[in-house]
């Protein structure tokens, strides 16, 4: 009888393990702690800035939760969560191949200008009308993402100072494009835009003007994320030029193709970041563009470790983080507080993976090793 | 040469990890002024024990003793104080350094803040009179063949006063001719008093080079001989405790059906210099047409021709009569061809990734792994499972990363996937470098079996022994091109060596 339970204990916690195991090289228990232990020992760190300048860190802390458990705050947050999980996944992407996207930033506006700029001249019945934005923003990232892959492939040139350069391309690109073509002046308001979104193309807001339906597309796209890269034989290929370009090469399969598939993937992915800004709050490219996407979602990405529920996770505590920055400054707590406490928690996450992605490596080898050994040694 | 005082005594070691006694009463004691040699299989606690000693970790029980005194080793730094060197097996060099600069790096004499490069520089000179051996130290390190690097490691170690010094696996990355020159000097350190302790797996390099010989199995010292006391075959059981399968023989015919055909390729290489001048040879089914060769004379231009990675400048390549010198590499994988390649950590296996899906790598194309677009992990799993049956990979399961397995065990994966896929040719480019007898007489098995269910291998290996043993016809490469072509029957050792130096084969056949 108690062997039965012992022996159905056993099972269990074995199908336990093996649910928590992903890959078999890190447990998701781990990850979680370790990321977690990162946060708090940020939380510390950043405590202790607060307390040097003068300033109570549980009266900040108090304020933060405060003011960000409200039902408010917590729609705001998945507002501002929504474009950096959908930029992290562009990144994601690229980290997959091995490729450092920096150029998101980039590829988003202009997914985002191009997006305006055509769906102000169509006329179409709502879903197509959509359909149609998502996918030139989407082609304007993907070419836009294809130069510094070309300029890889053909002339070996890294893609992070490319992207980098891009970035800034894009920025002068885009303003000349708005200030020469494509202003559109209405008489009587000082708001300069492009030309307004047809209604047709307006995204419909869940909750009125907090909250976007755009998160049911950010969803898809993590979901298509996951699909793509770590269950299709694609994503394998991907991930196995990645992790070793020359032994993918060696097994047939062409680096040179995943650069350039993997960086046009991510660009696409990146122009869809801005829709939340085009086609549920502003309804026209203007001055008053997002930014910083591109950049928080490299973050986003670093801290979810390229893993779908990761980028979700990360990208809704940045999107807290943001949401918390305006009371903060009410409180006369200094609002960089917040850009303070998501450097160090990026900084703390690094260090905390890479020591604790050492010690499970050493441990897994010894483990590997402690099953093989010890029937010989008892023998 | 050989006195009674003894440098080394290790007495009751034990090194535990986790769960797992790695080392368990390990007895051993050097004597001064000789060479020591410590084999094992892979995973059979060599390596832990050696790190023991160069105070890479601290053992659990037991005692070091070190020219009569007895030693806590707390860090390298304290091995490195007491006169004992390493030089790994991985050779650590700065590439962009000077050979100069490379030996002092960590070390430098200085006075006031700079260093001293012509007190080194004396220095060294005299240590490699002493030693006999030469190495430019001028001379960029990215310049240098791997038999320098060695040297370069070797006098990194002289130079910090090493008086006893641990070669991990010295020869596993040399030709024979270097060996010979390693050894040499290694009896030239010796005259001079050092002592050397030699991990190895090559048995016959053992039984010729070393004084004492201290055999470890299953973590713990098992027997201590004298070469002239052992044969080859004695000192293999003694490593397995058991008895050997032998290496040669083979039952099956070759057949007539030309699998693989090389017809006058030429491959572009560095500068104006071909990489392969008009190489033409054929492999038949169930053939086995081992080259031999000093590495780096056109053997890897060969293997990445023949997979396609490289399109050569002239000349047609044939897969059964199908001409195949315009297919990309993937079409050539899935239809029939098959490779092992030269080193397994950089161009086989992802070392982070699981096991299953090290097995998956390269076959990925094939309906039984997919559904639809997507991976079918259950079968993927199930074939690597097979893979870890047939082949003997000792790990706890598929779902382990690679870079837990021992070499041996990585190596018999890589061959199993390879062969898995029933291939119709198979490259074999140092199928078994770097593995223990035991995992060696494994694949040689694996690798008979196909040849004798019609499989064609072209064998590229630096192990003589296994090139006259496994082949059927044996060419020699040279510069690029081949050289001499011989029937295993004819070749010997000294012969092979002769032709892999640019010797030229009397025009008799």
Redesign the interface.
Known sequence: MSESINESVDTAVSKLQRLF?G???QSVLITLASSLAAVAIALVLAGILLWATGKSPFDAYSKMLEAGLTNDKLLETVQRATPLIVAAVAVAIGFKMNLFNIGVEGQYLMGVFWAAVVGAYVHLPSVLHIGLIFLVAMAAGAIWAAIPAILKVKKGVNEVIATIMLNTITLSIIDWLFQEKFRHEIPGQLDVKTKLLPTTAWLPDLVKNRLSSFVFMALVVVIVFW?IVY???????L??SG??A?????????SNNMIVTSMVMSGAIAGLAGMTYLLSTSHAYGPTRPEGYGFNGIAVALLGRNHPAGIIVAGLLWGFLDSVAGPLQIAKIPQSIVLVIKAVILLTVVIVNEVVGRRV?K????????????P??A? | MATDSVAVQLTGIEKRFPGVIANHDVNLTVRTGTIHAIVGENGAGKSTLMKTLYGMHQPEAGTITVFGEQKVFRSPSDAIAAGIGMVHQHFMLADNLTVLENIILGYEPTKGGRIQYGEARTKLLQIMTQSGTHVDLDAPVSDLGVGQRQRVEILKVLFRGARILILDEPTAVLVPQEVDELFSNLHRLVDDGATIIFISHKLDEVLTVSDDITVIRAGTTVAEVQPKEVTRLKLAELMVGSELPSPHGRASEVGTLVRLQLDHITVAGPGDKHALDDVSFEIREGEVLGIAGVEGNGQFELCETIIGLIKPLSGTLAMEGENITHTSPHHRLMNGLSYIPFDRHREGLLLEAPLWENTLLGRDGDPQFLKGPFINATAAKADSRQVIDQFDVRTPSELVPAYALSGGNQQKLLVGRELSSHPRVLIAAHPTRGVDVGAQAAIWEKLRAARDAGLAVLLISADLEEVIGLSDRILVMFDGCINAHLTPAEATPELLGTYMTGGVQEVAS
């Open positions: 195991k890959s078999g090289q699909l269950k299709s034989k694609f994503g394998f290929r991930r196995a992790a070793n020359i032994a993918a090469r060696t097994a047939g399969i062409s490596a441990r897994t080898a010894d483990r590997t090793a402690a099953q093989l050994t010890l010989v040694v023998a």
